[in-house]
């Protein structure tokens, strides 16, 4: 007798720790996901800092290439 009241208090402070562990998982997944979240939205990926600076590139050509026209028909 003595010893099934062991095991059972053995057995219940395990599934209590387990529960808690559980639970704290579960909290830890969530935050997680959620600083995921803010970090998507105040950061950019490379694929969008690519793009960006690509049309940037290309319109610093076009003002090259309308100051060259400019110099070229200021020397005529």
């Known amino acids: 007798m003595l010893w099934n009241i062991v095991l059972t208090a053995a057995f219940a402070a395990m599934s209590w720790f387990a529960k ?3 639970a704290e998982q579960q909290r830890l997944s969530i935050l997680l996901n959620r600083t995921r979240e803010e970090v998507a939205k105040e950061y950019v990926t490379k694929a969008e800092v690519h793009n960006d600076m690509n049309r940037v590139i290309d319109r610093l050509e076009a003002l090259d290439a309308k100051l060259d026209r400019i110099m070229e028909g200021r020397a005529k």
Do not use: E, L, P, V
Request: proline share 0%; charged share 0%.
């Open 20 to 22: 808690t562990m559980w």
